[in-house]
C-alpha cells in the first residue's frame, strides 16, 4: 500500500503523522497493550483505594464493633474514663443538624434554581449562576470563622432570646441563648449546602427536555405551570437527587460545625443546646484518644459516617441519572 | 491553544519551584526538625522558650503543636512525635502502652484558675463544694443563694450559669477534676479523673484557648484555664478556698507555695498531683507540666538537642516564667531533673554526660 | 375569571423564586464582603514575610503556611493527576464490560464521602506506620479526595472529543494509543485543565483531612517527610484561640486562602471559555 508522505502539523492540532506501516494488527499492537495496561492499572487504582479504604478501616474499627456491638448505636454515654463509648448522641447531632439545613435550605434552594432556569430574564442568569458557583467553592473553615464571629453572637444576642421569648413554650427553643449549639449548626450548614443545591437543581431542571415545557406552553400553560406540570414533575427525581446530595454533604461537613456546635455529646430536646455531630467528634478527639478502646471507636464512628454518606449519595446519584440520563457535577 | 500551553507552563514551572522548596530543603538542610505535641496548659511558655532557643542554637528547631495533654500522650506512645507534653502524668496503664520506658520531665508549675464572664467582673470566692455544685449542674444560677452567701459584696445577676469544660483530652482538666474529687465526694464517684470525663453539662472548648474563647464571648459563662490564659484575655480568677480554710488567688507566690510540701517528697518519677495541698498561703488547683520524653532517643542528633534543650529549659528557661504568670520549678526539685536528664540515653549511652 | 386567577398566580411564582433566589444570594454576599473587609483591614506585609510568632508578640505571619499549603496541592496534584487523567481516558475509551461501570460508581461515591474519614484513612497507612506526620501523608489525603473529582471530569471531557477526529486518526492507521496521546488528550486539554483546577480549588480550602496527617509546622518545612504548615489548619488554629491578634490574622488568611481559591476557579473559567460553549 502506498504511504501518505504527508507533511507534519497535517489535519488535526497536534496531529503527527507517523511512519508506520498499516498493520492488520494496528490496534493490537504492544504499545496498545502497554497503553490498555497503563490506564487500566490507573482506574483499578482507584479500586484499590477505595478497598484499601473500607479494609483498614474495619479493621481498626473491629475491637469497639467486638467490645460494643449493635449497643454503640443506640448507647447514649461517651465516657473515656470508663470506657463506654455510645454513638446514638453524636448519630442524633448528625440527623438533627442535617435535617435543620435541609428544612432551611431546600425550599430556598430549589425556589432559586427554578427561578434561574426556568423565570429569570436571560440578563440575570450568567451573573447569578457565576456567583452561586464560586460561592460553592468557599471552604468549610471560613465559613466556621464566619460562623464564630458573626452568627454566632447574632444568635446569642438577638435571634435565640427572640425566638425563646415567642416559642419558648415549645421544648425545641428552650434553654439559655448560648449562641453556639444545634441551632447555629443547622443554620450554618444551610448556608453552606445551598449553593450546591442550587447547582445541582438548576442542571437537573436543565437537562429536562425542551418538548416537555413547550408541549405545555402550546397547550396553553403560563410560564410558572409550565414549569410546574411539565419541568417539576419531569424532574422530581432528579431534584430529590439533588436535594440528597446536599444531605450528603451536610453529613460530613466537619469544620464549620465543630467550630459552632458546642462540642457536647448530649441529646437534647432544645435547637439551643450545644451537641456534636460524628464528623466533628472525630476531629476534635482523634488525634488525643489515648486508649486503643476509644480510638477504635472514633474509627468505629467514622466508618458509620462513611457507609451513611456512601448509601446517600448512591441513592441520591440513581435519582439524578434517572433524568436525562446521566447528569454530572463537575463542582462538589 | 497557545494560551493554554503557555499556561500549563507557567503552572507547571510554578509548582516544580514549590515542590523543590519542599524536597531540597529536608536534602540540603543542616537543622534539626524535633517534633513535639500536647498540653496547651503551658503552651503560651513552651512558645516562648521554642522562639528564644532557635536564638540559642539556631540549628534546631522545635515545632510544638498545642492539641491537648490527651493527644501528647497518645502521640507520644506511637511515636509520632519526638516528644510529648501533659500536664496529667501518665497512667501506669498508659506507661505499659509506651513501647519503652517513658520520662516525666517537670519543666514549670502553673495555676487552673476558674474564671467566668459577669457584668463588672467582680472578684468571686468559691469554696471546694460550690465549685463541685456548680460542675455537677446543681448550682445553675448565678444569683443561688449559696453563691451569694460566699460572695456578699459582689452583685450576682439573675443568670444561667454556663458551664464551659474541655471538649479534647486535656491535662488542664485531669487538674481540675483531681481537685474536684479529693474534696468533694459526689464529684469523685460520678465523674472521676481523667483527661477526658463524661461531664454532667456544659460546653466544650478545644483547647485552653477554645474554653477561654467561649468564657470571653458567653455571658454568664464559667470555665477552668491556666492562669495565663486568663490574664491574656483579661479574664478575672477566682479566689478558692484551700485545705487550710484561706481563700487564696492565683498567682506565682501561691503556686509555689503549693509546691513547697510536694518538692520535699518528690517520687523518683515526678508523677506527683499537687492539688489541695497543705499550706495557708498554698492556692489548690495547681500543678507541675511535664515533657515526655523516651529514655532511650532513637536519633542521636535529635536526643542530644533533646537533652540539652532541657537542661537550658530547666535553668535558663525558669526566667522567662514571671512574664507568663508561671511559677518557677522549686531548687530542691531542678536538682533532681537535672540527674534524671542524665539518664537519658543514645544506645545505652547517657547523652548529657557524654557532652 | 380563571385565567386572572392564573396569571395572578404566575406573577406570584415568579416573584417568590425571584425572592428565594435574592434570600439566598444576599446574605452570601454579604458574608463575602464582610469576609473581604475583615480581611483586608488585617493583612499586611508581616502577614505574607513572617513566621507565626509566640502568643502576645506582635508581627506574627502566616507565611509558611501559605507555601506550606501550595506544596501540599503541588503534591497531591502530582499523585492524583495522573490517576485521575489516565482513569477518565479509561472510562471514556474502554470498551471494557464491567470494570467501567465499578469505577464511575466508586468515584461517585468517593465524591461525597466527608473528608474527615478520607484523613482517618491516610492517618493509619501512611502515618502510623512512617510513624511521624509528614506533608507527604497530607498530600496523599488530598489526592484521594482530588482523585475522583479529576476522574469524573477527565472523562467527560474526553467524550466531547468529536468521534470523528478519533475515527479519522484511527483511519490513517495510527495506533490507538498514540490517537489517545497525540489527538484526543490534546484536544480535551483545556477541558481537563479545568477540571484539574476545580479539583485544586476544592483541596485547597480543606482542612480535615489535615489535622492529623500534615499535622501543622510554626516553622518553615524542612522536606516532604516532616510535618507542614497549612493555610486552612492555621486559619482553624487561629479562630479557635481567644487572641484578638491571631483572630485577626485568621481573618487576613481566609481572605488569602479565598482569593487563591477564587483566581483558580476564575482561571479554569476563561480557559474554557467559548471552547467548549454549552458545557454547563
Known sequence: MARAAAPQGGTAEGLSLPCVLPSKRAVRGWGDQLFRLLLRSAASALLAIVTAMVVVMVRAATPAIKAFGWRFLITSTWDPVTEHFGALPLIYGTIVSSALALLLAVPLGIGAAVFLAELAPLWI??????LIELLAAVPSVIYGLWGIFSLVPWLRQYVQPALGATLGFLPLFQGPPYGVGMLTAGIILAVMIVPFIIAMSREVLLAVPNTQREAALALGATRWEATRIAVLRYGRSGLIGAVLLGLGRALGETMAVTMVIGNRPEISASLFAPGYTMASMIANEFTEATSDLYLSALVEVGLLLFVVTVAVNGLARLLVWSVGGAVHEVRE | M????????????????????????????????????????????????FDEYTKVDPSVRFNYQSIGSGGGIRQITERTVDFGA????????????????????????????????????????????????????????????RLVAANPSAKLPDQSIVVVHRSDGSGTTYIFVDYLSKVNKEWEQKVGRGTSVNWPVGLGGKGNEG??????????AIGYVELAYAITNRLPASEIRNLAGKFVEPSIRTTTAAAAGAAKNMPSDFRVSLTNPPGDDAYPIASFTWLLVYKEQSDLTKGSAMVTFLQWAIHHGQRYTADLLYAPLPAQVVTQIEAKIKQITYQGKPLLAAR | MRGQRRRVVNVMMNWLTALSAAVVVLPLILILVFLVYQGASAVNLDFFMNL??????????????????????????????????????????SRD???????????????????IVIGIFAYTIIVLPM????????????????IPIVLRTS????????ASLHEAALALGIPQWKVVLRVVLPTARAGIITGVMVAVARIAGETAPLLFTAFGNRFWQLGLNQPIAALPLQIFAYAIAPYDDWHRQAWAGALVLIALIFLTSLTARIATKGRFGGVR
Open chain 3, 155 to 162: 472523562e467527560e471531557m474526553v467524550r466531547l472529543v468529536p
Open chain 2, 211 to 220: 474554653v477561654s474563647g467561649q468564657v470571653k464571648n458567653l455571658p454568664g
Open chain 2, 2 to 49: 497557545r494560551m493554554t500551553v503557555t499556561l500549563r507552563g507557567v503552572v507547571g514551572l510554578l509548582l516544580g519551584a514549590f515542590l523543590a522548596m519542599g524536597i531540597l530543603p529536608g536534602i540540603a538542610s543542616a537543622q534539626t526538625l524535633i517534633n513535639g505535641a500536647g498540653a496547651t496548659f503551658p503552651y503560651p511558655i513552651y512558645s516562648k522558650w
Open chain 3, 97 to 115: 464490560r464491567c470494570l467501567p461501570w465499578v469505577i464511575r460508581f466508586l468515584a461517585d461515591v468517593m465524591n461525597g464521602v466527608p473528608s
Open chain 3, 131 to 146: 510513624r511521624r506526620f509528614s506533608a507527604v501523608a497530607g498530600a496523599f489525603a488530598l489526592a484521594v479526595i482530588m
Open chain 2, 86 to 145: 501533659s500536664d496529667g502524668p501518665m497512667t501506669d496503664e498508659q506507661l505499659q502502652k509506651a513501647s519503652a520506658p517513658l520520662f516525666h520531665i517537670p519543666t514549670v508549675l502553673g495555676a487552673v484558675v476558674v474564671t467566668y464572664n459577669l457584668p463588672g467582673a467582680p472578684r468571686l470566692r468559691f469554696t471546694p463544694d460550690l465549685l463541685a455544685d456548680i460542675f455537677l449542674g446543681k448550682i445553675t444560677k448565678w444569683n443561688d443563694p
Open chain 1, 125 to 130: 442568569r450568567p451573573p447569578v449562576v457565576f
Open chain 3, 52 to 93: 507565626p510568632k509566640p502568643v502576645g508578640e506582635p508581627g506574627g505571619g502566616m507565611a509558611n503556611a501559605i507555601v506550606g499549603s501550595v506544596i501540599l496541592v503541588g503534591l497531591a496534584a502530582c499523585l492524583g493527576l495522573p490517576i485521575g487523567i489516565l482513569g477518565g481516558v479509561y472510562l471514556a475509551e
